[in-house]
């Protein structure tokens, strides 16, 4: 006898951002710092010149180091994120706050010491869970799905009080649908589909609170 399947949603998939802009502005910089960097290489290099001749060649040589690093130092500080996405900072190991959306710098050199701990999606995001060959009540092996929409509503949790949010919260709707379900009869599960979808969220709803996330809809 087949397994009897029982659906609670519908998947939906989420599409990544390229982030073009950022890019772009990165380029600018990069190329407009390392133009006035050689600019003043060159002239400072030609007064050397005038002074010593080895004084304008060691000047010409360092300064063309610093015309390379310092434009990629400075442009990789720029950040460009979209309406959706939050960035938590750390400052010296330690939380220093959540930026975003838009441009802002993390400035990792001193006396900001700035890092990026994580990049967060603030969209509603679609996971399946899946009960399969679990016992009912009545001991009937069914297979049950459910979709569970949720979203990060607290980045900072998400980002450091949780080693992987995603799957946690996962962990946590793929044992609530267990559950619920061995403790469920076939008909119930059957006849009861909209009671079941409100009584897993409230459980996933929950669980999830403890990693920054708020769950929707299951």
């Given at each position: ?35 006035i960097l050689g600019i003043l ?151 009861e589909r909209e009671m079941i ?22």
């Amino acid at each position: 006898m087949a397994t009897p399947q029982v659906v609670l949603g519908r998947e939906a998939t989420t599409t990544e951002n390229l982030y073009g802009v950022q890019r772009v502005l990165r380029s600018l910089i990069w190329f407009g710092i390392f133009i006035i960097l050689g600019i003043l290489t060159v002239v400072i290099s030609i007064a050397g010149t005038m002074i010593h001749a080895g004084l304008g060649i060691g000047v010409l040589m360092v300064g063309g180091i610093f015309s390379l690093i310092i434009p990629g130092m400075v442009s990789r500080t720029l950040y460009v994120i979209p309406e959706f996405q939050r960035v938590v900072i750390l400052k010296m190991g330690k939380f220093a706050g959540v930026r975003g959306p838009g441009r802002f710098w993390v400035i990792p050199y001193p006396p900001f010491y700035e890092s990026v701990a994580m990049t967060l999606d603030l969209r509603v995001q679609t996971r399946v869970i899946t009960a399969a060959q679990t016992l009912t009540k009545d001991n009937v092996p069914v297979g049950c799905e459910a979709v569970v929409f949720w979203r990060v509503e607290d980045p900072e949790t998400a980002a450091l009080e949780v080693a992987n949010y995603r799957e946690a919260v996962f962990q946590a709707a793929n044992s609530a649908l267990k559950d619920t379900v061995g403790t469920m009869e076939l008909t119930d599960l059957l006849g009861e589909r909209e009671m079941i979808s409100t009584k897993l969220k409230h459980i996933i709803d929950t669980a999830a609170a403890n990693f920054g996330v708020d769950v929707s809809s299951v």
